[in-house]
């Protein structure tokens, strides 16, 4: 999450030091935008990955509330399992697409384009490890901790 939150703040940083340097002082920073893209990136796919890990992403849960607990966590199990399968093609064709742009360079950073695709191989890696992890402690332990951000989330013992 820092990681995420870090690109977030630099983004907003090089692109509002290209607007100043625009409007201000009538030149253009040449590496403000494609910086800006990879830095999304990265921030966009980190939080997704975070959101994996923290069990924030959107979701059905009306199923939830009327089954009993072992077909939740049967559930459970099989959204978590295509989460880690989807997490692997998303990595396995991003490292397809950074191998293929490896031999190219960025406009404006003089870096390989294989950047572009580096936090589709990281996250897509992360989303199976987040989505191995709550599976393994789902069935082997206690849930790792979750944050709650739904300020209307029903408590568990209300259904």
Not at 35 to 49: C, T
Not at 99 to 105: I, K
Request: net charge negative; hydrophobic share 55%; proline share 5%.
């Amino acid at each position: 999450m820092a990681a995420a939150g870090t690109a977030l703040v630099l983004m907003t940083v090089v692109v509002g030091a290209q607007v100043f340097s625009r409007y201000v002082l009538n030149f253009s920073l040449t590496f403000a935008e494609p910086m800006a893209i990879q830095l999304m990136g990265w921030f966009i796919f980190l939080g997704a990955a975070v959101g994996v890990r923290e069990n924030f992403h959107l979701g059905l849960d009306l199923l939830r509330y009327v089954a009993p607990p072992s077909v939740n966590r049967l559930l459970d199990t099989i959204s978590l399992s295509l989460i880690a399968i989807f997490g692997l093609f998303i990595s396995w064709y991003g490292f397809q697409l950074a191998a293929r742009t490896w031999d190219t360079l960025i406009p404006g950073l003089g870096i390989t384009g294989a950047t572009d695709f580096l936090p589709l191989t990281c996250s897509g890696l992360l989303f199976t490890l987040f989505a191995i992890e709550r599976i393994i402690h789902m069935h082997f332990g206690a849930e790792p901790p979750v944050a709650d951000v739904s300020e209307t989330a029903l408590p568990k013992d209300a259904v």
